[in-house]
């Protein structure tokens, strides 16, 4: 059964939900080295950098792999990771890459790397009442993460795969590369109606501006043929799709983003007026998702379906695969 909304969803709410808003869990943020950078560690290194959010308090909780887009830092992304850990989730943001050329294959085999190093080395960079419940796993990605995200549980690249398996997976804006029929190696998408055949519910989250140019002399960041609408139109049930109207590629963003790499997110892409409702929504969205398919609890994921809930960002889109 295919239930869809029209615009008017995010107008006719009646009532509010603390998901969009920082959770009860108090979080720290923790930098980890990888195995290439520190020479002398008696712990099982990651194979790269990771930054991770994870609740302050005791606890048993799902994790996230989240990746991050083409060239920008996994601490772009520290106030949304944070948003969702106080949730009652950990977060783990590997930095994939410094510079990368159009090729994936390589990332995605760190990513599976990464998933495999989760079980013999994340509990120890944890505070000690914090345990990783790695049974409830779920695999999150923006931009060039997305589609390295779904690559990887698609088995796109021959002879990777996972000692761990995922719950859930997350597309956040997820890009297939410059246009279709012009996509990154290896393509993901295959211009097929629900032929990603995949054991795991998944949520494809978009940009309403993220198609368009920011300037004449730069392409959208989202192209269409090659963004979240078309990685949605492939996803099988159960599938959650959300547009979020007035609102960028990257304004998921932390509000300051430093350095070179981060004035470039407001230089190159087209962006809605500020980035806090955005990264509100995604977060809000994304702790509905991982409550409903890892958690078993869908109050917040169905409330947002009948429009009973108040939301940060007026929606375009939204349809849902059950």
Not at 135 to 145: D, I
Not at 183 to 195: D, G
Request: aromatic share 10%; with cysteine; glycine share 8%.
């Amino acid at each position: 059964m295919v239930i869809t909304c029209s615009s008017s969803f995010s107008t006719t709410s009646t009532t509010s939900t603390a998901i969009f808003d920082i959770g009860n869990y108090s979080t720290k943020l923790l930098n980890i080295e990888s195995q290439s950078r520190t020479y002398n560690s008696s712990l099982p290194l990651p194979p790269k950098p990771l930054l991770i959010a994870t609740p302050s308090e005791a606890g048993n909780f799902p994790v996230v792999l989240f990746l991050h887009g083409y060239l920008l830092y996994n601490s772009f992304y520290s106030q949304l990771m944070q948003h969702i850990s106080s949730h009652g989730f950990i977060v783990v943001a590997p930095q994939l890459y410094s510079l990368e050329g159009a090729d994936t294959t390589k990332e995605i085999k760190s990513i599976a790397e990464i998933t495999n190093w989760l079980a013999e080395g994340l509990h120890n960079f944890l505070p000690s009442q914090v345990e990783p419940n790695l049974k409830k796993l779920a695999l999150a990605g923006h931009s060039r993460g997305g589609k390295a995200a779904f690559a990887l549980v698609l088995g796109k690249v021959a002879n990777v795969s996972t000692k761990l398996k995922f719950s859930a997976l997350i597309g956040i804006d997820p890009v297939d590369g410059m246009d279709k029929g012009n996509q990154t190696p290896p393509p993901v998408l295959t211009y097929i109606p629900r032929s990603f055949n995949l054991d795991m519910a998944v949520l494809v989250i978009g940009s309403g501006l993220g198609e368009v140019k920011k300037n004449p002399l730069f392409p959208a960041c989202a192209p269409k043929g090659v963004n979240h609408r078309d990685f949605y139109n492939e996803c099988c049930r159960p599938a959650c799709y959300f547009v979020a109207k007035d609102y960028g590629h990257v304004d998921m963003l932390d509000d300051e983003t430093k350095g070179v790499r981060g004035k470039a997110t407001y230089c190159l892409c087209k962006n809605g007026k500020c980035r806090e409702p955005m990264r509100r929504f995604v977060g809000g969205i994304v702790v509905a998702f991982l409550e409903a398919y890892l958690e078993g609890n869908s109050s917040d994921l169905m409330a947002i379906k009948d429009g009973c809930v108040a939301l940060p960002v007026e929606l375009q889109d939204v349809d849902f695969l059950v």
